[in-house]
């Protein structure tokens, strides 16, 4: 007890001046409320209505409780913002560690199979071991294809990350493309909303992106920022067969296997643009030792020798804020500030119901079967819960993962995610209306696409061709196009097919009739001579 008298203190102190204006004002506001005050208010109401209006005696008593209560309750928080302590703890004054962003290909062609099982699954394989092999510094996950994602945030916790690796597919990113620029500047920004002034980008790719030079751009930016830019080259230069995350092949307009090979040259472009270095990747981690090289930090911590001294240095004593104990005591007491506890109830009522484990199981199930009888009401419950805790894009996200395309465009606020969500749900003319609210150089080829499957090829064939002149490298918008170009050829000779066919069944048709016409005159003719004969 002696030694806890002597350690108490208030870490911010000054919070404490803050109870004398909360004492005025609660009297001031004690006086002019519980009190009633009923003679000022009669001179603008008549004394008939005002007594309806006034309160009873029993009334002020639990109003001057009320008052006494506010104060009690506002000194609590006031003194719990004031920061009471009595005990100290053991606190990291220095991480040595810098940052990590890892940045992850999920484009088509990291289904290639040159490195068994698949480039994709190997990459994941070692985006694990990169996890485990800088413990105690900051991390975060970005994916990509044609746009980037950030699938984690910085953090500490590795297991956040560790949760997402078995669900990472190329069938997450539903529109193809290849843009390691806009990812490699995702990551950048990232490291950029922190406080630290180096950074490590380690890219596990098997190319440069779509637009190589873009790419090199991007990590030169970064690297001007203070954020170097590795790679892992995932991939064989040999390379192997283009195909889908299910394992079917991708063909070009004569049927044949599109080869998918490792872009060394351009990777290492784009680590030298960054100040970072390139491995191929390894079994072992070899490749890993390559780029977590020791920096000026790590070898800050290497100086202290000592294990005592090493403790000290990168640790500090700090009291331990006591203060949110105190927020126990206003909780309890909160539902003394409404008279006759009507509204604390119906908040409670509310946040009660709204928290039961079966309506949300129910609101669930709604979510994924809309038409099983569940009300609109339940589904709107759980949204409102998960609002709480999930912005818009992560319950899109969320759902897109899922399958359910029709939840992720209702949930989505990015553009370009609601556009992919509508295009797997089978919308494509709402989704050609979203991406033609974008950027043409950037979303034009997921327009043409989305205008394509909504069955207006001539307009995307036009769509194409704009994008191919952005982009005349785009090898998959290349293919989109010349395969349009194909249909349309294809829906002229049928239609050609058709008038022909049309026109013969006409011409079939007009003489069926005129052999008709002949054989009515024949009959006719006929019936007259037998008519005479007989006369």
Do not use: C
């Amino acid at each position: 007890m002696q030694t806890l008298l002597e350690n108490f203190h208030f870490i911010r102190g000054y919070w404490l001046f803050a109870l004398i204006p909360a004492f005025f004002l609660l009297r001031f506001l004690f006086s002019k409320g519980a009190m009633g005050h009923t003679d000022q208010w009669s001179k603008h109401i008549d004394a008939h209505l005002l007594r309806h209006l006034t309160i009873t005696n029993g009334e002020q008593a639990t109003a001057k409780f009320g008052y006494k209560s506010l104060f009690f309750i506002s000194a609590l928080i006031i003194v719990g913002l004031a920061g009471p302590t009595w005990q100290q703890s053991k606190q990291p004054a220095y991480n040595a560690k810098a940052p990590v962003v890892a940045v992850l290909s999920l484009a088509q062609s990291m289904n290639a199979d040159d490195i068994a099982p698949t480039r994709l699954k190997r990459a994941v394989h070692k985006l694990q071991d990169i996890l485990g092999s800088n413990p105690g510094a900051e991390k975060a996950l970005v994916i990509y294809s044609d746009i980037p994602f950030i699938a984690a945030p910085l953090t500490n916790d590795d297991k956040v990350i560790e949760q997402m690796l078995p669900e990472l597919s190329t069938n997450l990113m539903p529109v193809l493309g290849d843009r390691l620029d806009l990812a490699i500047d995702q990551a950048s920004a990232l490291l950029a909303r922190t406080d630290t002034k180096s950074g490590q980008i380690i890219l596990l790719t098997d190319s440069a992106g779509e637009l190589p030079k873009a790419s090199a751009e991007a990590a030169k930016n970064a690297q001007s920022l203070g954020y170097s830019v590795s790679a892992i080259a995932i991939g064989t230069q040999t390379g192997a067969a283009l195909q889908t995350a299910n394992g079917q092949l991708i063909t070009d307009n004569s049927g044949q296997k599109i080869q998918s090979k490792l872009a060394l040259t351009q990777i290492e472009a784009v680590v030298n643009a960054g100040a970072g270095k390139l491995a191929l990747l390894a079994a072992d981690d070899s490749d890993l030792n390559q780029l977590m090289a020791i920096s000026n930090s790590d070898s800050l911590a290497a100086m202290f020798t000592d294990a005592t001294l090493k403790a000290q240095a990168l640790n500090s004593d700090d009291w331990v804020d006591m203060g949110y104990w105190l927020l126990i005591i206003p909780v309890l007491l909160s539902s003394l500030l409404f008279r006759k506890g009507l509204v604390f109830a119906f908040v409670f009522m509310l946040s009660s119901w709204s928290m039961q484990p079966q309506t949300l199981q129910a609101a669930t199930d709604a979510q994924n079967q809309p038409n099983d009888g569940v009300s609109s009401k339940q589904v709107a419950q759980s949204t409102q819960w998960q609002d709480l805790w999930q912005t818009p894009d992560q319950q899109g996200a969320q759902a897109f993962a899922n399958s359910d395309y029709q939840q992720a465009a209702q949930a989505f606020e990015s553009k370009p995610w609601n556009g992919a969500a509508l295009y797997r749900q089978g919308d494509f003319s709402k989704a050609a209306d979203v991406y033609g609210a974008l950027d043409p150089t950037i979303e034009g080829y997921n327009l043409a696409n989305a205008i394509a499957k909504a069955g207006n090829l001539a307009a995307a064939l036009q769509s194409y061709d704009a994008y191919l002149k952005q982009h005349p490298t785009h090898e998959n918008a290349r293919f989109n196009r010349d395969l349009v170009v194909k249909l349309l050829k294809e829906q002229k000779e049928k239609a050609k097919q058709e008038r022909q066919q049309d026109k013969a069944q006409q011409e079939k048709q007009q003489q069926e009739n005129q052999q008709n016409s002949k054989s009515d005159d024949q009959q006719s003719a006929s019936s007259d001579n037998k008519d005479q004969s007989a006369d």
